[in-house]
């Protein structure tokens, strides 16, 4: 069934073969392609308009900065501070990295899931595993908000998209996770930074 990604434990629960049940949809983006069109805009187009409109003089601190974040992740926004951006910007673009690669991992997953039988087998024994247990099938999503902490985000959606928990509630338990983390950081290196070098 196109456009649909099927949560093998949950076909499993019901007693249904995994290819049958959609669990979510990812968002009718059918081809990887679209997924990083997608992602460039999200990620790295929104970050950038700010910065040419109002923050043209910092364009190479900010490029630093958000490449930062690929690597860094929500750390990153201590690579921000400390080359002086405001914190508002700061925690948008690593908003906007969040939601952007989020979505792309989403998106990927579900169009390769579409296309590769491996992958649908994979889906099926990982179902089989994870199925066994009642308790982390309804709680195990939950584990999502100090994975993307202690972990990394980028390990959240394909976590979510194998044990086939529902795509919105992955989503916000991710995003809440992170931007939660992000802020806490930000706040913090203020407050650190502000020790070092106060403002005058």
Not at 8 to 25: D, T
Not at 106 to 126: C, H, M, P, T, Y
Request: proline share 7%.
């Amino acid at each position: 069934m196109p456009g649909f990604h099927v949560g093998p434990v949950a076909a499993l629960q019901r007693g249904k073969s995994p290819e049958k049940i959609p669990v979510y949809r990812s968002m009718r983006v059918e081809h990887p392609g679209s997924a990083v069109f997608r992602f460039l805009i999200i990620a790295v187009a929104l970050p950038l308009i700010p910065a040419f409109t109002f923050l043209p003089s910092r364009l190479p601190e900010i490029l630093t900065f958000l490449g930062a974040t690929f690597v860094l992740e929500y750390g990153a926004a201590a690579v921000g501070i400390g080359l002086g951006l405001p914190a508002a910007y700061v925690l948008f673009v690593i908003s906007c990295f969040g939601v952007g690669i989020s979505l792309f991992l989403f998106d990927l997953l579900g169009a390769i899931g579409n296309r590769s039988s491996r992958v649908r087998s994979f889906l099926e024994k990982s179902g089989e595993q994870a199925g066994r247990s009642r308790l982390f099938s309804r709680y195990g999503i939950y584990g999502l908000v100090p994975c993307v902490i202690i972990i990394s985000i980028y390990v959240c959606p394909p976590a979510a998209w194998v044990f086939g928990w529902d795509r919105s509630r992955s989503l916000a338990l991710i995003l809440g996770g992170f931007l939660s983390a992000a802020i806490v950081t930000t706040l913090a290196c203020l407050g650190i930074f502000n020790v070092f070098f106060p403002l005058r």
